[in-house]
């Protein structure tokens, strides 16, 4: 089960790096989604990865830590809310700048047309 969580890991943190790497708005939102997705799944995994453990004390000898479980709940939160915004602030730069290449240029086909 680790070396299955760990890909899934290094899988989202491969995509979100190479999606963050691209030059339009878009993609570079949604590598940072995956990005955060794969923190939040590492610091989920911190809490301990136990199959039927409780998050909470009962006879069971063995529990997960609830303190990542609710980092990872907040962080899921706050995240969409920033994807929400910089999508705003994507789709306003649009507008206003007729391109969405990060660098605020536009692209040589967008040029040609």
């Known amino acids: 089960m680790e070396a299955l969580f760990s890909f899934c890991v290094g899988l989202l943190t491969a ?3 190479f999606l963050v790497l691209r030059a339009r708005t878009f993609p570079v939102v949604l590598g940072i989604t995956l ?3 794969a923190v939040n799944l590492f610091l989920f995994s911190s809490g ?3 199959l039927r453990a409780s998050a909470v004390l009962e006879a069971t000898p063995t529990m997960a830590d ?3 479980q609710a980092l990872v709940l907040t962080a ?3 995240g969409f809310a920033m994807t ?3 999508l705003v602030l994507a789709i306003r730069a649009y507008v206003d700048q007729g391109s969405d ?3 605020g240029q536009a692209a040589a086909e967008d ?3």
């Open 84 to 86: 929400a915004f910089v």
């Open 111 to 113: 040029r040609q047309s």
């Open 76 to 78: 899921i939160v706050i």
């Open 48 to 50: 301990r990865l136990t």
């Open 15 to 17: 995509c979100g790096v």
């Open 66 to 68: 609830p303190l990542p």
């Open 35 to 37: 990005l955060s997705y």
């Open 101 to 103: 290449q990060v660098d």
